[in-house]
């Protein structure tokens, strides 16, 4: 199984600051990774696919990037609608792994 | 608009079956698939498998493989998960997930997720 790894596991910055989350992936995999924003109580909210592909409705302020085995997920500035926890998810092959997550506070 | 609304929260002991229930509205149910995941308490997400809608060709994980089936509907527009032999690290969120057309996989569209609660 592919092993997806993010740091750090959690974060605290103030609204306003850019904001860079990573993920490592523990064989290369192309740019076949996803990112989501969870809040407590609610299911996985999508943010990118296929590393870089914001999804519709997504706010521009975050963005994604890397390949092969390093990933990032940016937020360029941070707002309190913000503090969630941001899992990546590999796409490149089943069973499809997440990372263990970074909780982002304010 | 697309909707995947699943069944109520559960509560069973140690060694019984769960089944659960995802209805779809809002697409052609038939032209997506269905992907399962779980989370435990604190835990990240957990893929479980998935089923075609449309020809009802199913894929586990191999964590899985042994007592999960997955099954489908047509008629109901409803997808069904039913995991056996639980144990107490079962306790999570289950949730139903559609997959995207296209090649690269991804979900947009999640159930609300079940609380299912293994407990003595």
Known sequence: DIQMTQSPSSLSASVGDRVTLTCRASQTISTYVNWYQQKPGEAPKLLIYFASNLQSGVPSRFSGGGSGTDFTLTVSSLQPEDVATYFCQQSYGAPWTFGQGTKVEI | ?120
């Open chain 2, 1 to 120: 608009q697309v909707q995947l609304v699943q069944s109520g929260a559960e509560v069973r002991k140690p060694g019984a079956s769960v089944k659960i229930s995802c209805k779809a509205s809002g697409y052609s149910f038939t032209s997506y698939a269905i992907h399962w995941l779980r989370q435990a308490p604190g835990q990240r997400p957990e893929w479980m498998g998935w089923i075609n809608a449309g020809d009802g060709y199913t894929r586990y994980s191999q964590n899985f493989q042994e007592r999960l089936l997955i099954s489908r509907d047509t008629s109901a527009s409803t997808v069904y998960m039913e995991l056996s032999s639980l144990g107490y690290d079962d306790t999570a969120i289950y949730y139903c997930a559609r997959r995207e057309l296209g090649g690269v996989l991804y979900f947009v569209h999640w159930g609300q997720g079940v609380l299912v609660t293994v407990s003595s």
